[in-house]
């Protein structure tokens, strides 16, 4: 690393897609204690030219120039935004260049490329971070604590809704690009399943749903999946593109339970509701920024030499409970997990408050949702 000012991490952003325009690239203003944006990397050249003068970003290429891009020194890390089937391709073109990787989620389409990947890092000598935004987010890490501390007795019950309908054409729904219900929403519920209970799924079971709509021709509209996990306790969820937009879990306890609405979103306030021996307490989590805290916090692994959490190992982890519940659909009846072991777990530690993101003008990059 040759940055001039070994406090900011430099960045290339790779994918200028809706989730990008209006959620990433203008997170760096709130994350400029350390981190720093400066090249664009798209197939679209309009969206290229259109945003490098938005924010002020003097490099940018297409996809056949990031080896270039990166190769030139002028870059710390890669933000990759690009669909599920290509993170692999993209981790491996800057471990190449010795350039970190932060990766939305799912960190690849399949484990075995997920292996590859926390593979070719360790080769590498790089850091890579799965972008997982509710592990630094005030109003999921105030029910982990909550949980933690006892507050609804022992968790033994979790379910959720995460839902949309999904406009046609939309990458979310093209197989071969990895998209779909399960992996594109689904694997929220299953995280957050993770760190609620604080363990690992040691049983799958679901049912897998194509629907009637062309839009959903070779992947799933619905998924209905149980989790079994160790001490008796079940998480259950259905994710579907093609269903009005629900977004909310429920944890419930031997003592009472607690439920958060708009629980996945990242441009809307969440309410959560709080029920203990019949009395009920409500507390409004107002927009923020959920993607600053995900820069600052890689920046300060690169900068201090630290193993980011959420890492790549739990990229994988969820990874490897979407391929057993896409088995169990499949095979139409339950299958048993091999959890891995995980010690990082996400805490209040991580939470980073950030103001809200003011409202976007897209170039090319509609929402996903009709």
């Known amino acids: 690393m040759t ?76 933000y990759v935004a690009t669909p599920n089937t290509e993170h692999r391709r993209a981790l491996e073109r800057a471990a190449r260049a010795r350039v970190h990787v932060l990766c939305e989620k799912p960190l690849a389409a399949t484990v075995a490329d997920c292996r590859s990947m926390l593979q070719t890092a360790r080769d590498a000598d790089i850091k890579l971070m799965t972008a997982y935004r509710l592990h630094f987010e005030q109003a999921n ?92 306790r079940i998480a259950q969820f259905t994710a579907s593109q093609g269903a009005a937009r ?19 979103g990242y441009h809307e306030r969440s309410e959560e509701t709080l029920t203990i021996d019949g009395k009920t307490k409500a507390t409004t989590t107002p927009q923020h920024d959920q993607f600053a805290p995900e820069l600052l916090h890689f920046s300060r692994c690169i900068l201090e030499d630290l193993e980011p959490e959420p890492s790549g190992d739990e990229g994988l982890a969820d990874v490897q409970i979407l391929e057993a519940i896409v088995q169990s659909a499949a095979l139409g009846r339950k299958v048993t997990l091999t959890p891995m072991q995980r010690s990082q777990r996400p805490s209040g530690i991580l939470e980073m408050r950030k103001p809200p993101i003011p409202q976007i003008d897209t170039v090319n990059a509609p929402p996903p949702s009709k």
């Open 141 to 232: 890490l105030r029910a982990v604590e909550r949980l933690r501390r006892g507050e609804i007795g022992e968790p033994r019950i979790f379910s959720s809704v995460f839902c949309q309908q999904v406009r046609e054409g939309d990458i979310r729904t093209r197989a071969d690009l990895g998209g779909g219900a399960l992996f594109d929403m689904g694997i929220y519920c299953v995280n957050a399943a993770r760190y609620l209970f604080q363990d690992e799924p040691i049983e799958a079971a679901a049912m897998r749903i194509q629907g009637q709509s062309p839009r959903f021709s070779g992947t799933d509209e619905l998924t209905s999946v149980i989790l079994r996990f160790p001490e008796d």
């Open 246 to 264: 629900v977004s909310e879990f429920r944890v419930v306890g031997t003592l009472g339970d607690l439920q958060l609405e708009a629980a996945y």
């Open 3 to 78: 940055n001039s000012n070994p406090r900011k991490v430099r960045y290339a952003v790779m994918g200028l897609g809706n989730i990008a325009q209006v959620a990433v690239l203008p997170a760096f203003a709130h994350a400029a204690q350390n981190s720093e944006l400066v090249a664009l990397i798209s197939s679209d050249e309009r969206k290229r030219s259109a945003l490098a003068q938005r924010y002020s970003v003097n490099i940018t290429g297409s996809y056949d120039d990031l080896d270039r891009i990166l190769a030139s020194g002028a870059i710390d890390a890669l």
